[in-house]
């Protein structure tokens, strides 16, 4: 079945067989042959599918399931059940037959966003009648937002913001989907539309009773363009009837029988395997490596070099260049590179560097004037009249976000095309990565999402798919399964960066803080040290002054979830505590008056 | 070198080295991907799985120690979902990414066939598989809702 792969997008799906959930996703015919437990697999490309959809994001089957099709990625949040859920509100569906299944990257890429899904009204993703619509920058790859006037638009999963930013399109794709299944009904009836009523799947004509089903409509809806989709509306909270319930996870059913496909899972005929070592030292690369050494151990193939990801394709950020070594299976490979022989060219600068230093770094710059974000009251008068000082210093150490899935992607190159099955929190980054290493156009990549076995960030989960595409790159014509090491997982990874505070409170005699002053410094980073820095204060203190200060280091940094927030929860509420034993308090007592 | 292993009642003749972590072979050799490698050195548990009914970190044994013995693999649960414990972890959502589950669901089974009245410290001893979700709060009253049905 796989010589026409190339011919084909294949798609993480959910199809339903008898009431249960089962994966539909393309496994080896070896294993398949081998494995006990059925995996069907369900071909699904856009350009060829067996039922035409409805719009974008909706395909109603005959038999009245509904594919809903989920721009971002899951990783735990329940994004396939939450985004879903936004749409089947408004399509009025049976939720019983919702089946998510994976929107296609590619497809974002050569189709533009529908003209009724781009203007929003209301204020933003707080005015209940409006809904979120991200701030897009313009086309700018390397930016967080999406792409403005791409089909999905906002194909990242960051910042907790696929249901409030996605909210508003999502409900529109879904009420414009009803409406065109309703005019269907309607012109197939002969009867007006506004004697139509939608529920459950179930269209009813209100004066004769007479009823059909999506399904039953769905091929006439899906040739018939709503006539003016700019009046379609969304619903009214007060009208909800699924959004603002507890529904269980569309997925869950497949994570406990171990059916769930993650980018570690996928496995394509004549596919190989890859290993790699990366320089240990940031910004390294490597100097050369003795294949000659492992070349007859068992499943060996060859060995592969690739540079330092171009930075534009990781958000600035440098890592390193390694090597990879292809078996015929990943532990041949991991086992052949561990006793490769590698020289590494490492940047002298960076290896000289160590905790230590980094320590000394941070505590000078924080001694030094710093960007003042607040300054309120007379914080040295307050510090002056004060009856009691107390004074702390907090650090927090670089945290890597060890997802539990280690880094992995599954790329076949071809002289004009790119596949790649992957989990990835920002396909359309990723798709510009590959377009950057291949030259071959982004309308030709392809991107198969995969679950995400934790994700904590496109760049927090590090070049995975660069490294796939540079080594796959190079054997064009052979799938190549990349997968990284635990240690090679923290090697990939961006960290959450070291930081450091310095916290001086003056107390009345009573014990009550009267003047507060708070440094901190933080790496400064790929995308601005402002966002690195929680700048509220959640105590009311007369006399306060907030000051941000920072330095550079090599390691490539990154959000690593709330940004600076976690690191300043910290210190922040260390110290009230501090403050709370010095005025011989619990610190129960203390509350916060923000 | 050929040899055979019985994995969820099946037998499978797997050629490959036979030193060769146990993971490996159920995930490449065998085709069974529900099983995981996270950490690769016996820590985390998502690799977990019953060799002979007891619960064992499959990245760091050799698939030689299982040979001539019985295998049994998430899938070997029950394909369906209909196990008690299944039924269990569906009950309260319990995966969130899920990478970690298979493993998790594995410590627990063998918990449960040792103790079928396990108490929190009986799972804090025999369940410390990592979960970087931190779903150990549904974990546990999974297990012991696992424990009702199983008893049933």
Redesign the interface.
Known sequence: MSTDLTRREFLATVAAAQGALVVGFWMPDRAQAQTPVAKPFGAVWYEEPATPEVNAWIVVAPDDIVTIRIAQTELGQGVWTSNAMMIAEELQCDWAKVRPQYASANRDAREKAPEWTLKVPGDGATDPQGGGEPTFGDRDRTGVSGIPDSLYRRMRTNAASSVKDGRYYLQLAGAEARERLLLAAAGLWKVPVTELTARDSVITHGPSGRTTTYGRVAARAAQTPHPHPETIRIKSPDQWTLMGTERKSLDVPLKVTGQTVYGIDVRLPGMKWAAVKACPVYGGDVKRYDFAAIRTMPGVRTAVQFPIPDPSCTRGRIFSGGVAVIADTWYQAKTAIDRMPIEWTIPPDNAAVNTAMMRDALAAAIAQPGRVRVDRGDVDAGFARAATIVEATYSTPYLARARMEPGNATVLVTNDRVDIWIGDQSPQETRFSASKITGIPEENVYIHLCHLGGGFGRNGNGPQAEHAIMIANQMRGTPVHMLWTREEDFIGTTYRAMGLARLKAGLDGEGWPIALEVRTCMQRDGFGPEASFDVTSRYHVPNYRYSTHTTRFHIPVGTRRGVGQAAHEFYRESFMNELAHAAGLESQHVVEIQ | MAFDLTV?G?V?RVD??PQ??LL?IIR??????????????GQ?G?CTVHVDGRAIRSCSVAASTAVGKSIL?????????SHPI?VA??EF??????????GM?MAALALLHDRPRPTDADIDARVTN????GTYHRVRKAIHLAADLMRK
């Open positions: 969820n099946r499978y490959a080295d060769t972590p490996w490449d050799h065998v085709g069974l991907t529900g099983t995981k490698f996270s950490c690769g050195i985390c998502a693999t998430i899938e070997g649960v029950s394909a369906d979902g299944q972890w569906k959502d319990t995966p969130q990414c899920g990478y970690c589950q298979s669901i990592a979960c970087r979700c």
